[in-house]
C-alpha cells in the first residue's frame, strides 16, 4: 500500500503561483504513474496532470498545458505540481494519486489517494 501526504495548498490571486507537494511512503515507487486530480465544488473530479516514476513521462490536460509542471524528487520521494499563471478556475480541490503504470486519466484507475488540499484562486 502507498500512503500519501499533501501540501502546499492555499488562498492566492489570479497569476499568482503555487506549489503542491506529495510525500510518498510505502513499498516502492518505480513501477507506478503518479497523478493530479481536482475537484471543484459541485464537480465531478477532473484529471491534471501525470508522470511516471520510472521515466518521468509527463501528461497535462489541455487546460493546464504550459502552467502546470509535474516532478518528482527520488531521494526525497516526493510528486510535486507547480502550479503558475493561476486562475480563479483553477480553484478546486488537488488531490494526488497513485496507480498501475497502465493509469490514465481516469479516477478509477488511481488505487491510492491523499487527503487533499484545498486551492483557492481569486480574481
Known amino acids: 500500500q502507498v500512503q500519501l501526504v499533501e501540501s502546499g495548498g492555499g488562498l492566492v490571486q489570479a497569476g499568482d503561483s503555487l506549489r503542491l507537494s506529495c510525500a510518498a511512503s510505502g513499498r516502492t515507487f518505480s513501477s507506478y504513474h503518479f497523478a493530479w486530480f481536482r475537484q471543484a465544488a459541485g464537480k465531478e473530479r477532473e484529471f491534471v496532470a501525470a508522470i511516471s516514476w520510472m521515466f518521468g513521462n509527463s501528461y497535462y490536460t489541455d487546460s493546464v498545458k504550459g502552467r502546470f509542471t509535474i516532478s518528482r524528487d527520488n531521494a526525497k520521494n516526493t510528486v510535486y505540481l507547480q502550479m503558475d499563471s493561476l486562475k480563479p478556475e483553477d480553484t478546486a480541490v488537488y488531490y494526488c494519486?497513485?496507480?498501475?503504470?497502465?493509469?490514465?486519466?481516469?479516477?478509477?484507475?488511481?488505487?491510492?489517494w491523499g487527503q487533499g488540499t484545498q486551492v483557492t484562486v481569486s480574481s
Open positions: 494519486a497513485a496507480g498501475s503504470m497502465t493509469a490514465t486519466y481516469r479516477s478509477n484507475e488511481y488505487n491510492f
